[in-house]
């Protein structure tokens, strides 16, 4: 069973950092993509970087020039470097990866997602 482990989250004042990592074990594969979704009590969940194996990103509008994404394949992390944070970036922040395997008798290739427990941000003066 794959387990997701965040880490580095806390409290911090409005304009501070704080760098979340997830480590990946249980499985030895390069995860077709890694990120990081938040929830903030009373919304949506909703993703905020992504990356794939290759590299290429993505990012939420309203994290774009403040949060860096970044994965060591070899080692099976994804960190997510927060600048400039802001109040409205309190949530419980999850990591997300997924594969693509082959499952069952025929081997089908399926798509497989994990999930971290979060781990909490609080920006607060």
């Known amino acids: 069973q794959v387990q997701l482990v965040e880490s580095g989250g806390g409290s911090v004042q409005p304009g501070g950092s704080l760098r979340l990592s997830c480590a990946a074990s249980?499985?030895?594969?390069?995860?077709?993509?890694m990120g990081w979704y938040r929830q903030a009590p009373g919304k949506q969940r909703e993703l905020v970087a992504r990356?794939?194996?290759?590299?290429?990103?993505t990012y939420a509008d309203s994290v774009k020039g403040r949060f860096t994404i970044s994965r060591d394949n070899a080692k099976n992390t994804v960190n997510l470097q927060m600048n400039s944070l802001k109040a409205e970036d309190t949530a419980v922040y999850y990591c997300?990866?997924?594969?693509?395997?082959?499952?069952?008798?025929?081997?089908?290739?399926?798509?497989?997602?994990?999930w971290g427990q979060g781990t909490q941000v609080t920006v607060s003066s």
């Open positions: 997300n990866a997924g594969e693509i395997r082959p499952t069952g008798r025929n081997m089908d290739l399926r798509e497989y997602n994990y």
């Open positions: 249980g499985r030895d594969v390069v995860f077709k993509h």
């Open positions: 990356i794939i194996s290759g590299g290429s990103t």
